[in-house]
């Protein structure tokens, strides 16, 4: 009974791949979320996502294009994937979009591009 | 935008004495500040979290403080256990469509 769960749990590609990661939370919540964290352990938000609509783009690349079909689930797929994509992509989902909820992640995408 | 730095980076302390960890914000105007705790190769979850409105809140070893008028807020984690061996991040947000950020993290380690 996971809360929000994310596939894969790792993914290994070559540059210049295209790959998706697909999120999924049952917690009815609204708002979803991707966050990257780097090497340094930083986390950044990328996207969040309220009922389907996005709310924040955060000066992400194009080549992550942020998909929400229904507001259980957000995917992300990244095209043209570069070294520097390398990291832990989390999902996460809060009940109110902003600030005044706390976060629920999943447990997590490791992405390596060799 | 905000800006939430946190100090130290890393905390070594031997168990059952105290930690504490201290964030400052920028932005005045934030008014929700959750701290997570990270164990290696899992997720954040969260531990505790305050409001604008309150200047203190315990929960069992954990206490969190805030300093509105200074804009920092710390940590503290009494009796500490090796399983507290963690990152720990702190965050701010205002309400309503604005985005969490978050600090750099401290690295906990409790020596037993």
């Known amino acids: 009974d996971t809360a929000v769960s994310q596939t894969p749990k790792y993914l290994v590609t070559q540059m210049g791949n295209d790959k998706s990661i697909k999120c999924e939370q049952n917690?009815?919540?609204?708002?979803m979320y991707w966050y990257k964290q780097d090497s340094k352990k930083f986390l950044k938000i990328m996207f969040s996502y309220n009922n389907k609509e996005l709310i924040i783009n955060e000066t992400v690349p194009n080549r992550f294009s942020p998909k929400s079909p229904d507001k259980a689930h957000l995917n992300l797929h990244i095209n043209s994937l570069e070294l520097g994509d390398s990291a832990v992509y989390f999902c996460a989902s809060s009940q109110v979009t902003g600030g005044g909820s706390p976060l629920h992640f999943g447990n997590g995408t490791r992405l390596t591009v060799t | 935008g905000e800006n939430v730095e946190q100090h130290p980076s890393t905390l070594s302390v031997q168990e059952g004495d105290s930690a504490v960890i201290k964030c400052t914000y920028s932005d005045s105007a934030s008014n929700y500040f959750p701290w997570y705790k990270q164990e290696l190769g899992k997720r954040p979850q969260l531990i505790i979290d305050i409001r604008s409105n309150v200047g203190e809140k315990k929960d069992q070893r954990i206490a969190v403080t805030l300093n509105k008028t200074a804009k920092h807020f710390s940590l503290h984690i009494t009796e500490t256990q090796p399983e507290d061996s963690a990152v720990y991040f702190c965050a701010a947000s205002k309400t309503s469509y604005d985005k969490v950020i978050f600090g750099p993290g401290t690295s906990l380690s409790v020596i037993p």
């Open positions: 917690l009815g919540h609204d708002t």
